[in-house]
């Protein structure tokens, strides 16, 4: 059957924790980099048919295009690892080592496949910084104002407090697509099955991390008004410590609960 029951489902994941745990620093970093620049081109995609007059939820419809692509590839979503490698951890198939060592050079290459993708659409929607960005860059700076600076005004406590819990119900999302991923074995079941979780992230317009790190510096090159360190204190590092709590928690640690007695199937573990 196409279908993968939850209780085998659990088994195929904490395949997929221990082959994460082992992967090289190369293959963690530049298959990390390559998400970021996927999520980068989701997002430009989502923001610049909304500039164009149509309503946010086209934008939304859209955005789960990179998310699908880098899952069917392979490539290392520090977001989705924030759920695989603690679910690894609880059935004894990762380190805690193992655990932080994924976890930091997956981000370290999400970090740098964003911001170089950012830079290069920076250079193509203002002809190498000769011409204005438009519409576009309009609606990328509001959002990155908004992500920061609005944030910064409530102050530390309800600003921090808004951000980690956007960011709890992103990656409980986010990380629910990652193991639907594993829910089928089907090319279109996987898509389909993918698709909704990521389209109500952002539909709902809750925190992502490595989303965050293409946008934010994006928007900081096309003239907003946010320094380094409003992007890491009001945003990057909160949303990171929501990010995995969401996933630990709500999709990692639950399923293992619910599922941990489940038999390993024999899958794909480089799906997610």
């Not at 038999?263 to 480089?270: D, E, F, K, L, M």
Request: with cysteine; charged share 10%.
């Amino acid at each position: 059957m196409d279908y993968v029951k939850p209780t085998e489902l659990v088994g195929d994941l904490l395949q997929a924790a221990e082959y994460k745990a082992k992967l090289p620093v190369s293959k963690m970093v530049v298959s990390g980099a390559l998400s970021g620049a996927f999520l980068g081109f989701a997002t430009s995609l989502s923001w610049t048919v909304v500039a164009q007059g149509l309503p946010a939820i086209a934008g939304a419809v859209l955005f789960p295009v990179g998310f699908v692509m880098l899952v069917l590839l392979g490539f290392e979503l520090v977001t989705g690892n924030f759920a695989l490698l603690p679910l690894g951890l609880a059935g004894g198939r990762v380190s805690g080592g193992a655990l932080i060592r994924n976890w930091f050079w997956v981000y370290l290459g999400n970090l740098a496949g964003s911001v170089l993708y950012a830079l290069l659409f920076y250079w193509a929607v203002t002809n190498f910084g000769t011409g204005d960005s438009g519409a576009v860059g309009e609606r990328l700076r509001a959002l990155a104002e908004k992500k920061t600076l609005a944030y910064r005004e409530i102050g530390p406590v309800l600003g921090w407090g808004t951000a980690i819990v956007k960011a709890i119900l992103c990656n409980w999302m986010v990380t629910i697509g990652t193991v639907l991923a594993f829910s089928s074995r089907s090319t279109a079941g996987k898509v389909t099955a993918m698709w909704l979780p990521i389209l109500t992230f952002f539909a709902l317009g809750y925190e992502h991390s490595v989303v965050n790190m293409y946008l934010i510096p994006s928007a900081m090159m096309l003239g907003a008004k946010i320094t380094v360190a409003d992007w890491w204190v009001w945003n990057q590092i909160p949303v990171t410590l929501g990010n995995i709590v969401g996933g630990a928690l709500c999709t990692g640690l639950a399923l293992f609960f619910l599922y941990r007695a489940a038999p390993s199937t024999a899958s794909n573990p480089t799906r997610g």
